[in-house]
T-cell receptor
Framework: GAVVSQHPSRVICKSGTSVKIECRSL??????MFWYRQFPKQSLMLMAT?????????EQGVEKDKFLINHASLTLSTLTVTSAHPEDSSFYICSAARQGGAEAFFGQGTRLTVV | AQSVTQLGSHVSVSEGALVLLRCNYSSSVPPYLFWYVQYPNQGLQLLLKYTTGATLVKGINGFEAEFKKSETSFHLTKPSAHMSDAAEYFC??????????FGSGTRLLVRP
């Protein structure tokens, strides 16, 4: 099957610091990766779409300077939350799709808590 | 534009009873439709998907869903609920581009 791994699964950081979340496709090459954000008891909201080797496409209302996305290889995308604040605390989930595939596969998510 | 509406933020059933989770969609193009399950603090697991072809789709863990174009619906059913089915369920739609639009989710509670 297709496995997508996120790391870390949980992270606590101090206000004002930056934190990086990794999303890896373990057994396939992901031409496209997606980053979602999920607030408690709410649905998933797409933040951005990243294609390998090009700039990410951000959804309306998502600050691209705050949520830096890098998709440097076909198996790795990273989301960096810069100058984190408590309101950035959330569950972040990535998904990855291979070219020509029928679906995108989800990572297990990262719980970010900013204190 | 695409959107998904899930009726009922919470659904409670008895163990062994029928599970019915409702999903209606809006799409200007032929939709791809998905149901995912999420357990606490975990990612999403795909239950089933409809792309083209047969409108009754069978998924994992005994779940199935039927695509009804005339009703713009894709309701999820399971004949007999198990305690392990208690989780959050999300319906999603895409235009085939892997980019998913999710519904608000339905929490399924299973009473012993």
């Amino acid at each position: 099957g297709a496995v997508v791994s996120q790391h870390p699964s949980r992270v606590i950081c101090k206000s004002g610091t930056s934190v990086k979340i990794e999303c890896r496709s373990l057994d396939f090459q992901a031409t496209t990766m997606f980053w979602y954000r999920q607030f408690p008891k709410q649905s998933l909201m797409l933040m951005a779409t990243s294609n390998e080797g090009s700039k990410a496409t951000y959804e309306q209302g998502v600050e691209k300077d705050k949520f830096l996305i890098n998709h440097a290889s076909l198996t790795l995308s990273t989301l960096t939350v810069t100058s984190a604040h408590p309101e950035d605390s959330s569950f972040y989930i990535c998904s990855a799709a291979r070219q020509g595939g029928a679906e995108a596969f989800f990572g297990q998510g990262t719980r970010l808590t900013v204190v | 534009a695409q959107s998904v509406t899930q009726l009922g933020s919470h659904v409670s059933v008895s163990e062994g009873a029928l599970v019915l989770l409702r999903c209606n969609y809006s799409s200007s193009v032929p939709p791809y439709l998905f149901w995912y399950v999420q357990y606490p603090n975990q990612g999403l697991q795909l239950l089933l998907k409809y792309t083209t072809g047969a409108t009754l789709v069978k998924g994992i863990n005994g779940f199935e869903a039927e695509f009804k174009k005339s009703e713009t619906s894709f309701h999820l059913t399971k004949p007999s609920a198990h305690m392990s089915d208690a989780a959050e369920y999300f319906c999603a739609v895409s235009d085939g581009s892997y980019k998913l639009i999710f519904g608000s989710g339905t929490r399924l509670l299973v009473r012993p």
